[in-house]
């Protein structure tokens, strides 16, 4: 496994125990973070990441990934994987979710997932970001 891999693996290690900071971490000071289907809200540095994980990860009581597929070329990995979302109330979000990532310097620069947003706000107890519109 690539030592860029191997980062990836860790950061969704991290992401699975909710800790935040140990995901932006992974992340250079100047990465951009990017949900393909809400551009605006594009994130950038560790800062910024952490922050917007926390926003909309905060209150769930965990968040197991798998892993299907992981393609590597040069400093490009793209990921399918499958997250589920586990809210203290009982309610179960599940997400599948492509991603690209790109490293520098053994870093991640670009964090790019394409989700399905009305696929993931269906499953959503209605107190889940209340700004949101569903």
Not at 52 to 76: C, Q, S, V
Not at 98 to 104: E, L, P
């Amino acid at each position: 496994m690539s030592h860029n891999a191997d980062r990836l693996w860790r950061l969704f290690a991290d992401l699975e125990r909710l800790d935040f900071v140990a995901v932006a971490s992974h992340c250079s000071d100047d990465c951009s973070y990017e949900d393909v289907p809400f551009a605006a809200a594009t994130a950038v540095g560790r800062n910024a990441i952490r922050a917007k994980l926390e926003l909309g990860l905060a209150t769930l009581e965990r968040l197991p990934t798998t892993i299907h597929e992981l393609l590597e070329e040069g400093d490009t990995i793209m990921v399918e994987r499958t997250e589920v979302w586990h809210h203290p109330t009982g309610e179960r979000a599940t997400l599948r979710v492509a991603a690209v990532f790109k490293f520098r310097d053994g870093l991640i620069t670009l964090w790019r997932d394409y989700w399905d947003a009305p696929t993931l706000f269906a499953q959503q107890p209605a107190s889940w970001l209340l700004d949101v519109p569903r």
